[in-house]
Nanobody, 125 residues
Framework: QVNLVESGGGLVQAGGSLRLSCAAS??????????MGWFRQAPGKAREFVAA????????SYADPVKGRFTISRDNAKNMVYLQMNSLEREDTGVYYC????????????????WGQGTQVTVSS
């Protein structure tokens, strides 16, 4: 079992930046054994992939709409994963979820085993 808690969401103007954080905890497994990802869900839409990072942090993957603007990173010593979001657009509005997968890295929602409760990001024009 892995518990994930997101933070850092909020209201920001278009063009601004936010940094999301996800704190992971587990009594039975090591954080470094999980591929980690960020997903988002806008009102009325399905949850979609945003970014993923491999267990050791050496490999990352991004959805096309966020490439060049978002950066995912992790700190295995602190059991943390981050999403730095720059040049935010109104289309980035949604609830952002952190997720953990028992595999090296994954981009599909069904590949993830544990999910946080989400943090709201609202981008105003």
């Amino acid at each position: 079992q892995v518990n994930l808690v997101e933070s850092g969401g909020g209201l920001v103007q278009a063009g601004g930046s936010l940094r999301l954080s996800c704190a992971a905890s587990s009594r039975t497994s090591s954080f470094s054994g999980y591929g980690m990802g960020w997903f988002r869900q806008a009102p009325g839409k399905a949850r979609e992939f945003v970014a993923a990072i491999s267990r050791g942090g050496g490999t990352t993957s991004y959805a096309d709409p966020v490439k060049g603007r978002f950066t995912i990173s992790r700190d295995n010593a602190k059991n943390m994963v981050y999403l730095q979001m720059n040049s935010l657009e109104r289309e980035d509005t949604g609830v952002y979820y952190c997720a953990a997968a028992r595999r090296p890295i994954a981009t599909m929602t069904v590949a993830y085993d544990y999910w946080g409760q989400g943090t709201q990001v609202t981008v105003s024009s």
